[in-house]
């Protein structure tokens, strides 16, 4: 069984820092994808991760992937309060179509 | 483009009643799944469907039924609600098969139930 964990659970921040959200997964994976969500709110897809030392970046988030410590980051670089929602990692269980996610990460970021 | 629309938005049932949660997507996905949101246990997959005629469980199918007739559509009916129901339910969907298999999931925006 595939079981998805995200530390830390939750994440209170002041804009300009720089923090770590760390997605460590318990099986083989053949992807690993990050989301975020807003209060309320449906998810929106941000990273999709795909093979081993794999790096995303989009504006102030980066995510990379190492497969062989089934390891995934997402780094947030001199945070600012847009970025204030939960962040899920999800996990494909082996080769399979189940999609797991991890318990979610909830970000404030605070000026 | 709709996308993957949920309905209804809202629903509050008495325990022991049942309903059907619609989810239909527009996009020509196989793909399509179950997901309900409990705080603090992020979202756990109830049961998916990669094509019309297939489905299969996920980590908590038990009180869930579902069925794809068509691409568009997969309903998921609880035949007899229970408090533990209660959750916020999200159906996704996506391709498959190739290099669009690793497209992320498309979410709807939710239904919230309440089981009294």
């Known amino acids: 069984e595939l079981k998805v964990e995200q530390n830390p659970l939750f994440l209170s921040m002041q804009e300009g820092k720089n923090y770590t959200i760390y997605c460590n997964y318990s099986?083989?994976?053949?992807?690993l994808y990050w989301y975020r969500q807003d209060p309320g709110k449906s998810l929106e897809s941000l990273f999709v991760l795909l093979s081993n030392g794999a790096v995303k970046q989009e504006g102030r988030l980066m995510a990379s992937l190492d497969t062989k410590a089934r390891l995934s980051t997402l780094h947030i670089t001199a945070a600012v309060h847009d970025l204030s929602a939960t962040y899920f990692c999800?996990?494909?269980?082996?080769?399979?179509?189940?999609?797991?996610f991890g318990t979610g990460t909830r970000l404030q970021v605070f000026p | 483009n709709a996308g993957v629309t949920q309905t209804p938005k809202f629903q509050v049932l008495k325990t022991g009643q049942s309903m059907t949660l619609q989810c239909a997507q527009d996009?020509?996905?196989?793909?399509m799944s179950w997901y309900r949101q409990d705080p603090g246990m992020g979202l756990r997959l109830i049961h998916y469907?990669?094509?019309?005629?297939?489905?299969d469980q996920g980590e908590v199918p038990n009180g869930y039924n579902v069925s794809r007739s068509t691409t568009e559509d997969f309903p998921l009916r609880l035949l007899s609600a229970a408090p533990s129901q209660t959750s916020v339910y999200f159906c996704?969907?996506?391709?498959?098969?190739?290099?669009?298999?690793?497209?992320?999931?498309?979410f709807g925006n939710g239904t919230r139930l309440t089981v009294t």
């Open positions: 999800a996990a494909t269980w082996g080769s399979t179509d189940k999609l797991i």
């Open positions: 099986t083989t994976s053949d992807r």
């Open positions: 996009m020509n996905h196989e793909y």
């Open positions: 996704a969907s996506s391709p498959r098969g190739g290099p669009p298999a690793n497209s992320p999931l498309h």
């Open positions: 469907s990669v094509g019309a005629g297939i489905t």
